[in-house]
Nanobody
Framework: QVQLAESGGGLVQAGGSLRLSCAVS????????MGWFRQVPGKEREFVAL???????EYADSVKGRFTISRDNAKNTVYLQMISLKPEDTAVYYCVANRRAYYSNSVGDYDYWGQGTQVTVSS
């Protein structure tokens, strides 16, 4: 069983930066494909970024060039560095883990979810 605990959310002005952290327990961070999704009330969860077991990364078009996903194997933690934040980035951000042999940006392929952390970007 994998447990995921996000932190680092908050209120920031447009153009600002935040770094989200996801502490992983129960398994090593490199044993799963890891990712971030986000959700706005009334909308479906949206893929943001992933990092595969092998270190491949993918991003949603809406965050490319602004967000960076990374992991620290020694700290068993995944990060999402967000810069140039926009009001439309406002959402609850979820850390996720996929135990499958393949990685994907599909919400249904992620087996474990954190409780979420709120990110609010003011204009």
């Amino acid at each position: 069983q994998v447990q995921l605990a996000e932190s680092g959310g908050g209120l920031v002005q447009a153009g600002g930066s935040l770094r989200l952290s996801c502490a992983v327990s129960g398994r090593t961070v490199s044993s799963h494909h890891m990712g971030w999704f986000r959700q706005v009330p009334g909308k479906e969860r949206e893929f943001v970024a992933l990092i595969s077991r092998g270190g491949n990364v993918e991003y949603a078009d809406s965050v490319k060039g602004r967000f960076t996903i990374s992991r620290d194997n020694a700290k068993n933690t995944v990060y999402l560095q967000m810069i140039s934040l926009k009001p439309e980035d406002t959402a609850v951000y979820y850390c996720v883990a996929n135990r499958r042999a393949y990685y994907s940006n599909s919400v249904g392929d992620y087996d474990y979810w954190g409780q979420g952390t709120q990110v609010t970007v003011s204009s």
